[in-house]
């Protein structure tokens, strides 16, 4: 089975770009990279020249001298035994962190020969920049993020293609959705599978939580492995101990991030660097508290008080050992976690939006879930709640502050509008940014 992407258009659209350059194609290890670019060639382009930098250690060698086209194109063709054509033929550099010289090389690939289709793709490119592995060539690529399947995709690979374009008309009517019940148990299904294609794939062919789960194990494995074999031993160590702290973090009833949560004696200077690490790996995102609410809000942030959450809601119901019963609004049995879930899935939604959310919070302990800067609307609230208790202090506290020109509460309520409070199922929060 093949997914429907949203990157599928963005790819399409690269190449038509009248100014396209080289692109690379970032985000996490197993969110899809290598797939969609592949799908994509073998529908827009007669070939693909493809250079797994992981599985072929040795073309590295060919850019150990000069990496221009000119002297590159005619070793990459002959490597590959693929007759190369610049109109009509795709060169995929996979697994680019392997062979930091190949993503230079796309700096000349723009200049000196921009009529070909160049495509890098990595993971863990953010740990190698970091780590002055590479020369990123800035202003000579065009760039596209990768994320984990957004809740809308995960409907599209569900065959549910027509309740998501329903939900997308109820986002923007706010009259309510005939469909609620039906959206809401196949938004429970989603923060347990989450949106990593593998984990998607095994739940829509019909494979049952336990073995989604142990998909899910053996990516989380796959990171732990990262973490070892891609910083130093002393760094790997508190690299993990943060890793297993978020979920912990996420429990807590304020979910903003403790370094105590980690260790007692645990210090910021202890653990920026790992925090940083797991962020330029996208593994986690960080979420800023903002003083003020009003745009722009990143001249606003204060970076010493965040919130950090996990690239992926089910592999955060994974690591704290949920299933479907401890999701369920009637039992409380779950309740200490289903806030921080909740929080995460949205912070997932608007990451793949394209949205960078903040949140709101004050001396006196109110605070807003997030707060979004949207095109045309200034700097937006956004108040979370995992069930149908929507009262909420701390937005009015902002409403007060900064008067708002509408504010957002997601909730298992229906859309809805009053008094300046837009209603959102948390099945839409996809919605928020897309036009």
């Known amino acids: 089975m093949e997914l429907k992407r949203r990157i599928d258009a963005e790819l399409l659209a690269w190449k038509v770009s009248p100014s396209r350059k080289p692109l690379v194609v970032h985000g996490a290890r197993q969110v899809g990279k290598t797939h969609s670019v592949l799908a994509f060639a073998e529908h827009a382009f007669e070939r693909v020249i493809c250079i797994d930098f992981s599985a072929q250690k040795d073309l590295c060698a060919l850019f150990d001298g000069d990496i221009t ?20 033929t795709l060169v995929f550099f996979d697994e680019v962190q392997a062979c930091p010289r190949a993503l230079t090389a796309l700096k000349y690939f723009h200049e000196r020969a921009s009529e070909c289709y160049v495509i890098a793709a990595g993971s ?42 329903l939900i997308k008309k109820a986002y923007a009517s706010n009259a309510l959705f005939g469909l609620h019940e039906r959206a809401l148990q196949l938004y429970r299904s989603y923060l347990l599978v989450g949106g990593l294609p593998e984990a998607v794939l095994a739940h829509v062919e019909g494979a049952r939580l336990p073995a989604v789960r142990s998909i899910q194990q053996g990516i989380a494995d796959a990171y732990l492995a990262d973490m070892t074999k891609y910083a130093s031993p002393l760094d790997s160590s508190k690299i993990l101990n943060v890793w297993r702290s978020v979920p912990e973090q996420l429990a807590k009833e304020n979910h903003k991030f403790q370094y105590a949560t980690i260790a007692s004696s645990a210090r910021a200077f202890q653990y920026g660097a790992p925090i940083n690490w797991l962020h330029a790996a996208g593994l986690i995102s960080f979420c800023y508290r903002v003083s003020e609410g009003r745009k722009p809000l990143r001249a606003f942030a204060e970076h010493d008080f965040f919130k950090l959450y996990v690239l992926d809601v089910g592999f955060l119901t994974m690591l704290q050992g949920l299933d479907a019963s401890d999701l369920e609004p009637a039992s409380d049995k779950g309740s200490r976690f289903r806030g921080g879930v909740a929080e995460n899935y949205v912070m997932q939604q608007l990451r793949a939006s394209g949205v960078e959310p903040f949140y709101w919070g004050t001396a006196s302990k109110a605070e807003v879930d997030f707060v979004v800067q949207l095109e045309g609307e200034g700097a937006i609230p956004i108040e979370v709640k995992s069930g149908a208790n929507v009262s909420a202090r701390s937005l009015e506290a902002y409403r007060k502050a900064y008067d708002p020109p509408v504010v957002l509460r997601l909730s298992t309520k229906n859309f809805g509008f009053e008094r300046g409070i837009k209603s959102v199922p948390l099945y839409a929060a996809h919605c928020i940014g897309r036009r």
């Open 69 to 88: 086209p000119e002297a590159l194109l005619p070793q990459i063709e002959a490597a590959s035994g693929v007759d190369f054509d610049p109109a009509t």
């Open 124 to 165: 863990l490119l953010g740990v190698a920049l970091g780590r002055g592995e590479y020369s990123y060539p800035v202003g000579k690529v065009d760039a596209l993020a990768l994320h984990p399947l957004d809740f809308e995709e995960f409907l599209w690979a569900s065959g549910e293609e027509k309740l998501a374009n």
